[in-house]
Nanobody, 122 residues
Framework: QVQLVESGGGLVQPGGSLRLSCAVR????????MGWYRQAPGKDRELVAV???????NYADSVKGRFTVSRDNAKNTVYLQMNSLKPEDTAVYYC????????????????WGQGAQVTVSS
């Protein structure tokens, strides 16, 4: 199985920035869709951003213009750069991956990380 390990979570003030990283144990060339889900307490999981092999990306409306997802295939790592953070961005962020080069629901991403806590607060 593929293992995904998130890092970079923490506490940041509103308007601040944070970058999450996700390292995988197999070549990212085999994972044609990699991205990030998040889940806040009492809320449903939300697909935040996905990077497709070949350069395509998709973002949730709530983060467009503020978050950027990127892949570094040489380092087998996917990133989520989060700028202009808001309190409503507070959640556990999960790195996800799948083999299909398409945007889909949770079933499209069989590989999930353990999650990284992001807290946006003064």
């Amino acid at each position: 199985q593929v293992q995904l390990v998130e890092s970079g979570g923490g506490l940041v003030q509103p308007g601040g920035s944070l970058r999450l990283s996700c390292a995988v144990r197999i070549s990212m060339y085999s994972l044609n869709a990699m991205g990030w889900y998040r889940q806040a307490p009492g809320k449903d999981r939300e697909l935040v951003a996905v990077a497709i092999s070949g350069g395509g990306t998709n973002y949730a409306d709530s983060v467009k213009g503020r978050f950027t997802v990127s892949r570094d295939n040489a380092k087998n790592t996917v990133y989520l750069q989060m700028n202009s953070l808001k309190p409503e961005d507070t959640a556990v962020y999960y790195c996800v991956a799948g083999v299909s080069p398409v945007i889909g629901g949770p079933s499209a991403y069989p590989y999930w990380g353990q999650g990284a806590q992001v807290t946006v607060s003064s």
